[in-house]
């Protein structure tokens, strides 16, 4: 366990190198939380109902509050990490120790997340809670959704190491980062819950990834799920993670003969 | 840890190989492009690509203990070449064996044993002090904590890194770096180290301790090193033997001090006088310089023996002083370059 303690530790320093970013992101989403609160009041109130698409206006800012702790939680820098190394040629010098990039990558981020979710997660829970309503949804929610969002985190890092890997072909690879976050924010649900389009286009997200990263983790802890529906989707969750996996090793193996390691 | 290896000049005992390279070949696609916005257009829809031979037919063996010297001009190969030795390049054909391994085949098995430095890359986490980064290197290649304190301390005395550290590794200078980057390829004791311009933007004394610490190394503890530089400095100090490579291909292999027979074919003289000396002429002989005390020579060795010359000088002169010299080696390194 000492490398990924390593690695980690590793995610940790240089992590807290960047404080004052972290304070940006905190009030930057403490400011979207406030504007989404006016928003939707506003939204509740002229419809003169209690309850939209299934949600109360104190569920959905309990959806919000925990969409962007969750989004915290598995957000991961392996796209633009793996593309700038692959451009500058600099992946070499991680290729030329006996570590396992994608590997090492995740537990990076792991301390990286691991410091960032502690920052992160007391203010917008106490605000959230204090000013604007949040429910806690008892025990077991919380249990279910914690061990929910942990996968969440790694598929995130699966999914987002999977994109990543075209960049081995690929040599400008930012349209293809941008088109992509665009993309995760809406099918994951971050933005607002998937249970606000139309049927079609839900069945459509559940045969997708992104769900199970944001959304899902949430939905389990507003208690939409049950005990054995939240089982059901972890095992969901599982088996993306497998999938992707399986397809990152091979597709690993094919870029390690083409890679040209450029530059020196 | 001592003498595990075979010292370099264990001459009684047959030497294991430790690098075997045979027919290798590399080649790259890229794409050109003319200068211009409108080419720049041009390229996204029609891109012309070309192939280029980086590496071709290059074999050669290194044993184990030796310090082998590889050099050649810009673009000539010998970065690709370090680049497959380490298993990070997959070659276009031919194979390559190190210390018993396909370096690409079984890289991780492979890589725990080997050092690198590639040229300036940063080998450090670029954020955070260098130490931080030696912390994580002692997990990954499981250092006992006893011999990387032992290691890295001698490293810092003999490099005077000790406060360079401790210091953001982006607020370092460039030789600052380089210097860690060398604590990072030798923390772990590898057998087998490739320095791929090591000596890059390091000073004149650094140099000298970085080249001492690499023979001592090597002496102690058999370490295998590959180096290329653009310093002959470093090649005269540390190589007997070197490796030239020239467009992709191997034009030299051999000693050192061979290549300097093989192609040398001037020697010069400097000759002092106790007295004003009068006219010298001899066939093969170019003067150089000269006045009343002193005159320097360039013998054509094809022409005429060295001895001959300085026989010619005693007999009809008055000599106080011969000094003979060989040209410098960067002359002949140019002249191979060249062709
Ligand atoms: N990734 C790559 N893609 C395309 N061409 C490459 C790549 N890497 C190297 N080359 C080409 O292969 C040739 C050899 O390059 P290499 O870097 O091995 O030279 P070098 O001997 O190390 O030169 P230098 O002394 O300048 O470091 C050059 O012509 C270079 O343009
Ligand atoms: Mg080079």
Redesign the interface.
Known sequence: MSFELGAAKLGIKEAAVWKFDMLVWIIISLVSLGTYYLLWTAVYGFSGQGVIAGYSLRELITYFVLSEIVQTLTWTSIIMDLSQKIRRGTLITQLARPINFLYYHFWMNFGSRGLQFLIYCIPMVLIGALLFGMKFTGWTNLALFSASAGLAMVLNFALSAFIALGAFWLTSYHGIRWAYMGLFSIFSGFIFPLTFFPQFWQKVFSFLPFQYIIFVPVQTYLGKYGIFGALGNMLIQIVWIIILMTAISFIWRRAMKSFTAPGG | MLLIYPPANNFGEAMAIAIEVRNLKKT?RTHTREAGLLEAFKSLLFRKYKTVTALDKVSFKADEGEILGLIGPNGAGK?TLI?AM?????PTSGTINCLGFEP?RQ???Y??N?G?V??P???L?W??PAI?TF???????EIPEKDFKKRLNRMIEILGIENVTKT?VRDLSLGERMKCNLVCALLHNPKLVFL?EPTIGVDIIAKERIRKFIRDLNREEGTTFVITTHDMSDIENLCKRIVIINKGAIVYDGLLSKIKQKYIKTKHLNVKFSEPHKKFTLNGCKIESENEYELTIEANLKKIQIGDVTTYLLKNFKVADITITDPPIEEVIKEIYKK
């Open positions: 790259f970065s680049k380490c298993g990070t390049l997959f690409w890289r991780i098995k890589v725990k080997i690198v590639f040229g890359k940063p080998l986490w954020d955070i931080d912390e994580f290197l002692r997990e990954v290649y953001p791929d």
